[in-house]
């Protein structure tokens, strides 16, 4: 196949950066595979203390433990700023982003879990906080619907930028294609647990 010359240099070039890039990506593999977390820390206690029981970890299970805690506290920094905890910033969030909808208390419980008398605390302190509004509901004279304040969207809109910036940067140690694997797997786990979980709950 005939290549002309001045094509020559510009293919080299993307061979040899796309090598680099894949010798990097592999390199980090390696060191992530060969790296000890506490999580390896925890097995070799278990069986230096107790070699007979056969006491066996489930690594992955654990790390999501973990990892979950450091995630939790990242987002609880975050939310912070924005003087909001991360129960009452799901209720906000979840009204922010379905404002053409009546949403209900009830509603929310299947969006979020918590108890009804969890759900109350918050939805008063977000009243109080002046980010949401409730109203009668047309469908039930007993019921109420939920609205976001003015005030509540802007500062919802304004929390949930910094929140998936962290988001992002938690995970920036991963490929793209890491990112996609680790969505997947994560997503077929949570189907796996979700009827248990919250039955009925929307999607």
Same mark, same amino acid.
Request: glycine fraction near 2%; charged fraction near 35%; hydrophobic fraction near 40%.
């Given at each position: 196949m005939y290549i002309p010359l001045f094509l020559i240099p510009s293919i080299f070039l993307r061979r040899y950066f796309l090598s680099r890039y894949l010798r990097t990506d592999q390199n980090r593999t390696?060191?992530?595979?060969?790296? /000890?977390?506490?999580?390896?820390t925890f097995q070799l206690e278990w069986d230096a203390s107790y070699p007979g029981m056969h006491f *066996?970890?489930?690594?992955?299970?654990?790390?999501?433990? /973990?990892?979950?805690?450091?995630?939790?506290?990242?987002?609880?920094?975050?939310?912070?700023?924005?003087?909001? #905890?991360?129960?009452?910033?799901?209720?906000?969030?979840?009204?922010?982003? #379905?404002p053409h909808i009546d949403i209900t208390p009830k509603i929310i419980q299947t969006r979020i879990l918590v108890s009804s008398g969890g759900l109350t605390r918050r939805l008063d302190r977000l009243e109080e906080k002046g980010l949401i509004s409730r109203l009668p509901d047309p469908n039930d004279r007993r019921g109420t619907v939920l609205k976001p304040t003015k005030d509540g969207i802007v500062l919802a809109?304004?929390?949930? *930028?910094?929140?998936?910036? +962290?988001?992002?940067?938690?995970?920036?140690? %991963?490929?793209? #294609?890491? +990112? +996609?694997? %680790?969505? *997947? %797997? %994560?997503k077929k786990l949570i189907l796996s647990q979700e009827d248990a979980i919250s039955p009925g709950g929307l999607q």
């Open positions: 390696a060191e992530t595979e060969q790296a /000890r977390d506490l999580v390896d *066996k970890c489930v690594p992955s299970v654990t790390r999501l433990v /973990r990892m979950g805690e450091y995630i939790a506290r990242a987002v609880d920094e975050t939310l912070a700023e924005f003087d909001l #905890n991360r129960g009452e910033a799901e209720v906000l969030f979840a009204l922010v982003r #379905n809109l304004r929390a949930h *930028k910094a929140h998936t910036e +962290k988001e992002a940067r938690l995970v920036a140690t %991963l490929s793209e #294609n890491e +990112k +996609k694997t %680790l969505e *997947k %797997l %994560l």
